[in-house]
């Protein structure tokens, strides 16, 4: 059973660096083809691509949002962190991590964490 | 501004067939496979459809997906009012080398 879940903080000031994590279970980031993406949705609007990591290490950002992001791997902890500098009140959303596998697109999702960003 | 384009809101009563729209552009629908989340309120994004029209366990046959050239459709029959949820498409697209998402639409069973 393949689960995932992202923690960190729920509110940040702007400017500052948010650092989100993504434990998972049910499968290895080590595995040939997998793959775990970080998706945003600000309240009330459509979801948006942040960011991409594969089993070899490969990365993939938004370009819109590339000179900010950074998602990196620990693949024997089972997690994805990602850090999204220079944070603005427009970047306040529900953040989820989401796992891709056989899937070009991601099939299992996680809860989603809400992050505020206000002073 | 979402890659994709869907409609903002969809409606139809109990029973009837709702069909949602997804037009995108030769590098990312043209060229990929197609998926649909349907996403309840509150609640994270549940994948519906995969590789255009193919359903993964436990989603109802009423739902069905189909492609052709740069646009893709979402239909529904046998509406019910646990569908009332936010649809969205997604694809790979080439050009920017990631995941692109439709705007959603609002489905609502009147």
């Known amino acids: 059973q393949i689960t995932l879940k992202e923690s960190g903080p729920t509110l940040v000031k702007p400017t500052q660096t948010l650092t989100l994590t993504c434990t998972f279970s049910?499968?290895?980031?080590?595995?040939?083809?997998?793959?775990v993406g970080w998706i945003r949705q600000p309240p009330g609007k459509a979801l948006e691509w942040l960011a991409l990591?594969?089993?070899?290490?490969?990365?993939r950002y938004s370009p819109s949002l590339k000179s900010r992001l950074t998602i990196t791997k620990d693949t024997s902890k089972n997690q994805v962190v990602l850090t999204m500098t220079n944070m603005d009140p427009v970047d306040t959303a529900t953040y989820y991590c989401?796992?891709?596998?056989?899937?070009?697109?991601?099939?299992?999702w996680g809860q989603g964490t809400l992050v505020t960003v206000s002073s | 501004q979402s890659v994709l384009t869907q409609p903002p809101s969809a409606s139809g009563t109990p029973g009837q067939r709702v069909t949602i729209s997804c037009s995108g552009s030769?590098?990312?629908?043209?060229?990929?496979?197609v998926y649909w989340y349907q996403q309840l309120p509150g609640t994270a994004p549940k994948l519906l459809i995969y590789r255009n029209n193919q359903r993964p366990s436990g989603v109802p046959d009423r739902f069905s997906g189909s492609k052709s050239g740069t646009s893709a459709s979402l239909a529904i029959s046998g509406l019910r009012s646990e569908d009332e949820a936010d649809y969205y498409c997604a694809a790979w697209d080439d050009s920017l080398r990631g995941w692109v998402f439709g705007g959603g639409t609002k489905l609502t069973a009147l």
């Open positions: 030769s590098s990312n629908i043209g060229s990929n496979y």
């Open positions: 049910g499968f290895s980031l080590s595995t040939s083809g997998v793959g």
């Open positions: 990591i594969y089993w070899d290490d490969d990365k």
């Open positions: 989401a796992h891709r596998g056989g899937h070009v697109l991601p099939d299992y």
